[in-house]
């Protein structure tokens, strides 16, 4: 792809001596939404934490904008914009909303803190009129919000969201989709990994299927149905593909 | 917001100056109103509120289990011993050197201890007393072994002409306090910096803290060492005020009241250890009439901690500070 921002070549990487990544290839040019879905076990969310530096990388290369991160600490992949949104709860309960986006903004020089965060209240209103309460005492919607402003205040070129939809009640995950596709419609770069694969197919432009650490299937999401896609799951396989052996 | 709710906050707020300023008197005037066994259980909670406020900010703050406080708390005072003993110098040299040992020796301690997560710490951290302990009972040519350090002097300040000793349990008691009340304000200016806001962010969440750029590992490996800081002074002073540094200083007892008071006070909190101290310290020393009964009587006292105030009682403390201040 010509305007591939970010390619990923033949990577490997786990856990310790665990590999859970087996030669994954895959590129994203700017401006994509795509969807990372698969079994449990897949790799799915390795794949996000090694583009975040977070696991061992064996082999293969990560370019991002012409340079090879592979093996870069998360805290330069940051500034490299890469923000992660991991899975789960993952906020400073015990402080106000202002205090977590104050948290988020570490890395940015004082002066223009508020700056940041006042453009995140104005991306996210419903974040701004609950400024001052503690996130524990959020809901589970308004939390998973608070944690995409929280990555989103750096500004990130490329945002990776971990299983945004975990947890939260139907009306939540729809608020908290919305808000990715909002993102995602001013220019935002967006890797989603999803349990939840009917929404997950709704929102993104590009659905990407990994199996034992490798991409098996890469299209777009009106290509395959759903009963495709739980046979790939299941199988790696097609049912077309299965017959043609046959 | 209507006149009358005013009024009515600044009356019922009234009741937490008149509160604190009768606790202020009390803790001036203790010395007068209790007996001098009285006054030596407080002057023991005071010392031990120094290494509690460092473990506070370690295990509250942090959320880094340590039970190496008794190690830093035997290095304070045998730093201070020696000093004393073999040169000379006087007590604030002996307390300012105590806490500088202190926060060095837990550096060396501190790198690769801090490298291991959760239950493999507290078993590291719970190593360190045990070897602090034998290197005070062998190392005889300079810890003297079991026989310890004796006679060690009283504090004294020798300021221009006016030149003292607190020697009285009476005249100790205002020196434990003065030095209470510091390291309860440092703690409190500690907490509030930014510093420990970001303390907080990696005890409630560190894989987040690290992401955010926090660097989390230098973060914890700094708390470690004022933590040790403040068992060290808090050591010096035990040592000034006994007399007499033993192995025995180095004492996982001593660690486990430490955490008790933390813990059993409200971890997290200041007031908590504040209130522990007292409670724990000199519920212990108290205790002391009833011989027969005091470990039960103890035990008792933690089980119900265990079963109804299991945040400690920082909780409870807040709860009746707002009810008197007229908060909602």
Same mark, same amino acid.
């Given at each position: 792809?010509?305007?591939?921002?970010?390619?990923?070549?033949?990577?490997?990487?786990?856990?310790?001596?665990?590999?859970?990544?087996?030669?994954?290839?895959?590129?994203?040019?700017?401006?994509?939404?795509? @969807?990372?879905?698969?079994?449990?076990?897949?790799?799915?969310?390795?794949?996000?934490?090694?583009?975040?530096?977070?696991?061992?990388?064996?082999?293969?290369?990560?370019? !991002?904008?012409?340079?090879?991160?592979?093996?870069?600490?998360?805290?330069?992949?940051?500034?490299?914009?890469?923000?992660?949104?991991? +899975?789960?709860?993952?906020?400073?309960?015990?402080?106000?909303?202002?205090?977590?986006?104050?948290?988020?903004?570490?890395?940015?020089?004082?002066?223009?803190?508020?700056?940041?965060?006042?453009?995140?209240?104005?991306?996210?209103?419903?974040?701004?009129?609950?400024?001052?309460?503690? @996130?524990?005492?959020?809901?589970?919607?308004?939390?998973?919000?608070?944690?995409? @402003?929280?990555?989103?205040?750096?500004?990130?070129?490329?945002?990776?969201?971990?299983?945004?939809?975990?947890?939260?009640?139907?009306?939540?995950?729809?608020?908290?989709?919305?808000?990715?596709?909002?993102?995602?419609?001013?220019?935002?770069?967006?890797?989603?990994?999803? +349990?939840?694969?009917?929404?997950?197919?709704?929102?993104?432009?590009?659905?990407?299927?990994?199996?034992?650490?490798?991409?098996? !299937?890469?299209?777009?999401?009106?290509?395959?149905?759903?009963?495709?896609?739980?046979?790939?799951?299941?199988?790696?396989?097609?049912?077309?593909?299965?017959?043609?052996?046959? | 917001?209507?006149?009358?709710?005013?009024?009515?906050?600044?009356?019922?707020?009234?009741?937490?100056?008149?509160?604190?300023?009768?606790?202020?008197?009390?803790?001036?005037?203790?010395?007068?109103?209790?007996?001098?066994?009285? %006054?030596?259980?407080?002057?023991?909670?005071?010392?031990?509120?120094?290494?509690?406020?460092?473990?506070? =900010?370690?295990?509250?703050?942090?959320?880094?289990?340590?039970?190496?406080? $008794?190690?830093?708390?035997?290095?304070?005072?045998?730093?201070?011993?020696?000093?004393?003993?073999?040169?000379?110098?006087?007590?604030?040299?002996?307390?300012?050197?105590?806490?500088?040992?202190?926060?060095?020796?837990?550096?060396?301690?501190?790198?690769?201890?801090?490298? =291991?997560?959760?239950?493999?710490?507290?078993?590291?951290?719970?190593?360190?007393?045990?070897?602090?302990?034998?290197?005070?009972?062998?190392?005889?040519?300079?810890?003297?072994?079991?026989?310890?350090?004796?006679?060690?002097? #009283?504090?004294? *300040?020798?300021?221009?002409?006016?030149?003292?000793?607190?020697?009285?349990?009476?005249?100790?008691?205002?020196?434990?306090?003065?030095?209470? $009340?510091?390291?309860?304000?440092?703690?409190?200016?500690?907490?509030?910096?930014?510093?420990?806001?970001?303390?907080?962010?990696?005890?409630?969440?560190? %894989?987040?803290?690290?992401?955010?750029?926090?660097?989390?590992?230098?973060? #914890?490996?700094?708390?470690?060492?004022?933590? $040790?800081?403040?068992?060290?002074?808090?050591?010096?002073?035990?040592?000034?005020?006994?007399?007499?540094?033993?192995?025995? %200083? *180095?004492?996982?007892?001593?660690?486990?009241?430490?955490?008790?008071?933390?813990?059993?006070?409200? $971890?997290? %909190?200041?007031?908590?250890?504040? *209130?522990?101290?007292?409670?724990?310290?000199? =519920?212990?020393?108290?205790?002391?009439?009833?011989?027969?009964?005091?470990?039960?009587?103890?035990?008792?006292?933690?089980?119900?901690?265990?079963?109804?105030?299991?945040?400690?009682?920082?909780?409870?403390?807040?709860?009746?500070?707002?009810?008197?201040?007229?908060? #909602?």
């Amino acid at each position: 792809m010509a305007n591939s921002e970010l390619s990923i070549k033949n990577l490997r990487a786990g856990y310790g001596s665990l590999d859970i990544l087996n030669g994954v290839e895959l590129d994203v040019p700017s401006g994509q939404f795509v @969807a990372l879905m698969g079994p449990n076990g897949a790799g799915k969310s390795t794949l996000l934490k090694t583009l975040y530096g977070m696991t061992t990388i064996k082999d293969g290369s990560i370019h !991002w904008q012409g340079k090879n991160i592979a093996g870069y600490k998360s805290r330069t992949i940051l500034g490299e914009g890469i923000s992660f949104v991991p +899975q789960g709860r993952c906020n400073f309960p015990v402080m106000t909303v202002d205090e977590n986006l104050q948290m988020a903004a570490y890395t940015i020089r004082d002066a223009k803190v508020k700056a940041e965060r006042d453009y995140v209240y104005d991306l996210f209103p419903i974040l701004k009129t609950r400024r001052s309460t503690l @996130a524990g005492n959020m809901s589970g919607g308004e939390q998973q919000l608070l944690e995409v @402003a929280m990555a989103v205040l750096q500004r990130p070129k490329v945002l990776l969201v971990d299983e945004p939809s975990v947890g939260l009640s139907p009306a939540a995950i729809g608020v908290v989709f919305d808000e990715l596709l909002r993102l995602h419609a001013s220019g935002q770069t967006i890797l989603l990994v999803e +349990q939840n694969t009917k929404k997950a197919m709704e929102v993104a432009e590009r659905a990407v299927i990994l199996r034992l650490g490798k991409v098996i !299937w890469d299209g777009l999401p009106k290509d395959i149905t759903h009963d495709e896609l739980g046979e790939l799951f299941l199988t790696g396989k097609m049912r077309g593909e299965v017959e043609a052996v046959h | 917001m209507s006149l009358t709710e005013t009024a009515q906050q600044i009356r019922r707020r009234d009741l937490r100056i008149p509160l604190g300023a009768i606790l202020l008197v009390i803790a001036l005037t203790a010395p007068f109103i209790g007996s001098r066994y009285v %006054t030596h259980s407080l002057i023991i909670a005071l010392i031990f509120m120094l290494p509690a406020h460092g473990l506070n =900010l370690l295990v509250g703050y942090t959320g880094l289990l340590s039970l190496a406080q $008794a190690a830093f708390f035997g290095i304070g005072a045998y730093t201070a011993g020696l000093l004393a003993v073999t040169y000379g110098t006087p007590f604030y040299v002996n307390v300012v050197a105590a806490g500088l040992a202190a926060g060095a020796i837990a550096l060396p301690l501190g790198i690769p201890a801090l490298r =291991l997560r959760s239950t493999s710490f507290v078993m590291c951290t719970l190593g360190f007393v045990i070897i602090g302990q034998a290197i005070a009972k062998n190392w005889i040519s300079v810890t003297r072994g079991d026989m310890g350090l004796s006679s060690i002097p #009283k504090p004294h *300040f020798a300021l221009g002409p006016l030149s003292f000793t607190v020697s009285g349990t009476m005249g100790f008691y205002y020196l434990a306090l003065a030095i209470g $009340a510091l390291a309860t304000l440092a703690v409190w200016a500690i907490v509030r910096s930014p510093a420990g806001r970001n303390m907080i962010a990696i005890r409630e969440n560190e %894989t987040l803290a690290e992401s955010v750029g926090i660097p989390t590992w230098r973060y #914890k490996l700094i708390v470690f060492m004022i933590s $040790a800081v403040f068992a060290g002074v808090g050591g010096s002073i035990y040592a000034h005020y006994l007399t007499v540094v033993s192995p025995l %200083t *180095f004492q996982m007892y001593y660690s486990t009241t430490m955490l008790i008071i933390v813990l059993g006070g409200g $971890a997290g %909190t200041i007031s908590g250890v504040v *209130f522990g101290s007292l409670l724990f310290v000199g =519920l212990t020393e108290a205790l002391r009439i009833t011989p027969e009964l005091r470990m039960i009587a103890y035990g008792l006292c933690l089980l119900a901690l265990v079963f109804w105030f299991r945040q400690g009682f920082a909780p409870l403390i807040n709860r009746f500070w707002n009810a008197i201040g007229g908060a #909602k």
